[in-house]
């Protein structure tokens, strides 16, 4: 079946030091989503890619879909205490398929 | 965008006891999904609610154990059945906004269960 891969599975940075997570997909996906999760909070959805190539940018948040949309990252730049929590990337096969979603990426921020 | 509300917020059971799970969502909506998160894990999907028909189950979840009722297009249940320790995790109802394309998953703030 569908598998969607995440490194790393945690991540410690300095606050204002950049950081990213990559999402791998085992088949190609029609689109990708990045979610948020804060501890003791629920997933908030953050950005959708669609376009193979597709970069998209929210202020210091930049995404990115590979070429051959199987792919993804997420890049922060400057962190902040505001960051730290759990990025999850999920794909669908196809518009109307079921999520799946990625191991997540656990982001903390030391101040 | 989507509000969803779900009841309850958490509860302790007794192992072999079932717990049903509520989600209200504040606009119709063609389907419902029910996901589990494990403490320090990713989502892992249930099923599938559609009002009107049976649930989709996914691989590794069964509807003896999971029965899920849909009874119009803003409401579902949940009930974990005959409940064991391994259950212990948070049940989160979510719903798909496809609103000019964008496709997004709203959650709700999730049920947090531990068993005993």
């Known amino acids: 079946g569908q598998q969607v891969m995440q490194i790393p599975q945690y991540q410690h940075v300095q606050e204002g030091e950049d950081f990213t997570t990559h999402c791998n997909s085992s088949?190609?996906?029609?689109?990708i989503q990045w979610y948020k999760q804060r501890p003791g909070g629920h997933p908030v959805f953050l950005i959708q890619l669609v376009k193979s190539g597709e970069v998209k940018k929210q202020k210091r948040l930049t995404f990115q879909f590979g070429e051959a949309k199987k792919n993804s990252s997420l890049h922060i730049t400057a962190t902040q205490t505001t960051d730290v929590g759990t990025y999850f990337c999920?794909?669908?096969?196809?518009?109307?398929?079921?999520?799946?979603f990625g191991p997540g990426t656990s982001l903390s921020v030391i101040p | 965008s989507a509000v969803i509300s779900q009841k309850p917020s958490r509860d302790i059971c007794q192992r072999g006891t079932s717990l049903t799970i509520q989600c209200q969502v504040d606009?119709?909506?063609?389907?419902m999904f029910w996901y589990r998160q494990q403490p320090g894990q990713s989502l892992t999907l249930i099923a599938t609610?559609?009002?009107?028909?049976?649930?989709?189950?996914e691989s590794g979840f069964v509807i003896d154990k999971f029965p899920i009722s849909r009874p119009n297009l803003t409401f579902s249940t949940l009930t974990v059945s005959n409940m064991s320790p391994e259950d212990s995790s948070i049940y989160l109802c979510s719903v798909t906004n496809r609103d000019r394309g964008r496709n997004e998953q709203f959650f709700g703030p999730g049920t947090r269960l531990t068993v005993l």
């Open positions: 606009s119709q909506v063609t389907m």
């Open positions: 999920a794909g669908r096969k196809t518009s109307y398929d079921k999520v799946i």
């Open positions: 609610a559609n009002q009107g028909s049976e649930a989709t189950y």
């Open positions: 088949t190609t996906l029609s689109n």
